[in-house]
Nanobody, 118 residues
Framework: QVQLVESGGGLVQAGGSLRLSCAAS????????MGWFRQAPGKEREFVAA????????RYADSVKGRFTISRDNAKNTVYLQMNSLKPEDSAVYYC???????????WGQGTQVTVSS
């Protein structure tokens, strides 16, 4: 069965950095576009970043552009989210997700908590 397992979350001070990882299993990872989403308490889940299956194209939410970088290693079946210059408003549960190109995201991880203190 398909599993996406996020790791790397934690507590960090404003201005700090974290790197999230999402390890995939049970699917042919190189066939899937990957995305990161986040959900803060009382808010809807929102898009953060996405990368195509080749790793050649990325897209970011305006709120994280220039601070976050998404990347992937198809040999390791893993997608990453490097988060720099973190702000308190970045605090949320971060989820990775997988989809076949242009379709809805089909597989989701369980999430990892990121908390940024001011």
């Amino acid at each position: 069965q398909v599993q996406l397992v996020e790791s790397g979350g934690g507590l960090v001070q404003a201005g700090g950095s974290l790197r999230l990882s999402c390890a995939a299993s049970g699917l042919t990872f190189s066939r899937y576009d990957m995305g990161w989403f986040r959900q803060a308490p009382g808010k809807e889940r929102e898009f953060v970043a996405a990368i195509n299956r080749f790793g050649s194209s990325t897209r970011y939410a305006d709120s994280v552009k220039g601070r976050f970088t998404i990347s992937r290693d198809n040999a390791k079946n893993t997608v990453y989210l490097q988060m720099n210059s973190l702000k308190p408003e970045d605090s949320a549960v971060y989820y990775c997700a997988a989809r076949i190109e242009l379709l809805q995201y089909k597989y989701w991880g369980q999430g990892t908590q990121v908390t940024v203190s001011s």
